[in-house]
């Protein structure tokens, strides 16, 4: 964001410039400035902000928006890391957190130790990539059918899909940490390291 | 379309305002709709109305949805912020834009098809909400950046330009206005500036929602015999029961008006709206009224333009939700969040 006075230090403000490579322009407020005002337009742009139908400028600003992905990974809040060392691990996210913590030290009562990963932010930083490669078998926790966070890591992270195990739950009522214990058991009954 | 540039120079003879600037200062980019388009003579009737209100053009905000109309805040006050929203959700970002910064001018232009169609839910409730900003509604009854379609305010007989005539009942907006509660109902026609200038600047005077339909007539789709929105048709089937002027603060009302006919409202910047009447048994503050006049009218096939209702009284967005009279962007962040340890006593008055 732009205030006042550095908007009068320079000559023109143009809404979708890089300057400083992070791929995040910088943006003005309505009504700080004659020189601050962009328009927001509906259809394509070039750099400058201007209306373009040119193939290389389009691509442009979409290339400059990937850099802008890629700062966010290192600005949205990073992943919380609950344990190392072990070879099992659960990657989980939002409100799956209370009922993972209850499985988590259910199991190790029964003398599981598993390590977790809350996501709590996309893209991805590296930490989830270091947590994904640090673990032979990862049990992916969520709440939806289709494994919506499972699809991401593999699309995302360098991770072996083999290595991800899902345990879903969708059946309409409240996540109970039961489930999670369950689907961990079945797996380590199937040999799977833990 | 071809077109001859706009030359980047003004010529110095060009009269000033009280700011130092001249018109060509209030325009934008080049307009790249039809030659003859009604909207663009809708934005240089904005231009104007600009100009001579001296606004300062950083205190202007351009909101529009999708649509030929709404390409057209491109084309007027390029020193000012501009948003073209998604398709019929201009109402949401003008009423968080005028949330966030009450102190600027919200200047909204949709259309028929961004209004009445896709949008006439975010229509229907920014004009309950009464967001203190000018809507201007260019109306052409087709969709015209889909080869001529009818649109929801095509009455019912216009034909289509193969001949094909529209079976839907219509929506009307300024009836929807009237109905829903609007404080300021207007309807004019693109091709008569003397009458939509002073609207626009009465709309953005007024403080509440004004609603402009500014009958625009669509050269390419919609400008043919049996049309009941072309030029020729609009200039034969047009009614004014009350013409408004408009009086900038400090300006002296110099017009000789004849008693009795006229009205001369003030209105909360320190101008004055005076509203002529031209059918004397009309009441622009009675909203029954004016419904019932445009309605009969309509079934005579007459558009009722001009200053069609106003009221001053109704509170705003502002008023209503005791918003903060700082824009946010200049208060300092605690005020703008106090804390957690506030929030946790306010919770606490709760239990």
Redesign the interface.
Known sequence: MLTPEQIEGITKFQRYMDPDGDGIPYR???????K????????GHSKYGA?TEDSAEYQEVLDRLTRKFQTAAKHVPAAVVDGRGSKAAIVSLGSCDAPVREALAALRRSGVSIDYLRVRGFPFGAEVEEFLAAHQTIFVVEQNRDAQLRSLLTLETAVEKQKLRSILHYNGLPMSASCIVEGVNKALDRGVAA | MSFIAKPKVANPGLPKNSLGLNRRDYEGSMSTLCAGCGHDSVTAAIVQACFELALPPQSVVKLSGIGCSSKTTAYFVAGAHGFNSVHGRMPSIATGANAANRHLRYIGVSGDGDSLSIGVGQLAHVIRRNLDMLYILENNGVYGLTKGQFSASADIGSKSKKGEANEQEPIDPVLLALALGASFVARSFSGDKEQLVPLIQAGMAHQGFAIIDVLSPCVTFNDHEGSTKSYAYVREHSETPVAADYIAPKQEIRVQYAPGETVSVPMHDGSNVVMRKLDPDYDPTDRAHAAAYVQERAMRNEYVTGLIYLDQKRKDFHARNASSDVALNALPYERLCPGSAKLDRILGSFR
């Open positions: 003005t407020l309505p009504g700080i400035s004659p601050a005002s962009y328009f927001t337009r509906g259809s209306y």
